[in-house]
């Protein structure tokens, strides 16, 4: 009899456990993400689309990833005419919990979105169907960001021609299609630091332009905080494996023997006004690394960068740039 009833009680606690798993995942499934829309309307004026311009194409780089990069040739620059037609693939074959494409952000796509549906997406993850968005775009470091840069890259990207285009839809892998709509968050910005703390100002430029996420390690596609900027994440290319390198100050591996020049030269070498990307071969190392679009940053913005990263602790790590496939 006691027998039976241990039975009873057992498998009521697990209906009742069942019960609470199917429920927490239909509100995930059918609740979230829920990030409430803001009360946003953009000003377009040509002061804040050359402001959104230079952001878009040489700080946050969102025409890296939102536009058909020639991968044949060093650095991958974009092709000219596809600024914002979007079709980038990120998938399985480089490590990513299913098939992420990178969506038209043109007025053909965008056209009837709302500023602040438009805001939401890139600071917050949720777009305007509902759905969470893969944090390849960085919304979590977006939403701390100046509203009025964000302001401005709207009203940058409705100012550039549409492209007619619809890239395939994203299409996440279980279990990271129920766990990716836990991610959309509220914006939380802060005021864009005076340019005169260059250290402060550089750490907000740091954000902007995404370097914590390709220059730290990952484990399970989350950034292993404690390894922040030492290097060594790697990036499945289609002859290769990339590691990123470590910009730590690091006098031997990292970048403490560079000099404030050196680390601008380094970045200011491949202004396409005057360095053209040579075409690559087959065993040629390939690199994610946007050189060309971060070329085209102001030299105070890269001082700046320079001033953070040296005030970082340093971590020695020793990263093996590239191995052939």
């Given at each position: 009899m006691k027998r039976k009833i241990w039975v009873w009680i057992l498998g009521g606690l697990l209906s009742a456990l069942v019960l609470v798993v199917a429920g927490v995942m239909l509100y995930i499934r059918f609740a979230l993400p829920n990030v409430p829309l803001q009360n946003i309307t953009v000003k377009v004026t040509p002061e804040n689309v050359?402001?959104?311009?230079?952001?878009?194409?040489?700080?946050?780089?969102?025409?890296?990833?939102?536009?058909?990069?020639?991968?044949?040739?060093?650095?991958?620059?974009?092709?000219?005419?596809?600024?914002?037609?979007?079709?980038?693939?990120?998938?399985?074959?480089?490590?990513f919990p299913g098939s992420f494409s990178s969506p038209n952000i043109t007025p053909?796509?965008?056209?009837?979105?709302?500023?602040?549906?438009?805001?939401?997406?890139?600071?917050?993850?949720e777009g305007r169907d509902g759905k969470a968005l893969f944090p390849i775009m960085p919304y979590f470091a977006y939403g701390t960001l100046?509203?009025?840069?964000?302001?401005?890259?709207?009203?940058?990207?409705?100012?550039?021609?549409?492209?007619?285009?619809?890239?395939?839809?994203?299409?996440p892998a279980f279990p990271m299609n129920l766990v990716l709509r836990t991610f959309p968050t509220a914006a939380h910005p802060v005021t864009r630091p005076s340019e005169s703390d260059s250290v402060k100002y550089g750490e907000y430029l740091v954000k902007a332009s995404g370097c914590i996420e390709c220059h730290t390690q990952a484990k399970h596609g989350q950034i292993v905080k404690a390894l922040a900027f030492?290097?060594?994440?790697?990036?499945?290319?289609?002859?290769g494996v990339l590691a990123s390198p470590n910009i730590t100050p690091d006098m031997e591996t990292g970048i403490g023997k560079m000099s404030r020049d050196d680390f601008?030269?380094?970045?200011?070498?491949?202004?396409?006004?005057?360095?053209?990307?040579p075409k690559l071969g087959p065993k040629d190392m390939k690199t994610i690394m946007p050189w060309i679009m971060y070329a085209g940053m102001d030299v105070k913005d890269l001082g700046a960068i320079y001033n953070y990263l040296r005030s970082l602790p340093a971590k020695k790590n020793v990263v093996a740039r590239w191995r052939p496939l």
């Open positions: 050359e402001r959104g311009r230079y952001l878009a194409n040489h700080v946050t780089v969102c025409m890296d990833c939102h536009s058909t990069r020639a991968w044949d040739r060093f650095s991958g620059p974009p092709i000219p005419g596809t600024l914002g037609k979007g079709g980038e693939v990120f998938d399985h074959k480089m490590g053909f796509n965008l056209g009837d979105w709302t500023d602040a549906e438009i805001y939401r997406a890139i600071t917050s993850g100046d509203t009025e840069d964000i302001l401005s890259i709207i009203a940058y990207v409705r100012s550039i021609p549409a492209i007619r285009n619809t890239p395939p839809p994203s299409n030492s290097g060594g994440r790697e990036f499945i290319m289609p002859n601008i030269k380094r970045f200011k070498g491949y202004d396409p006004s005057n360095y053209q990307a």
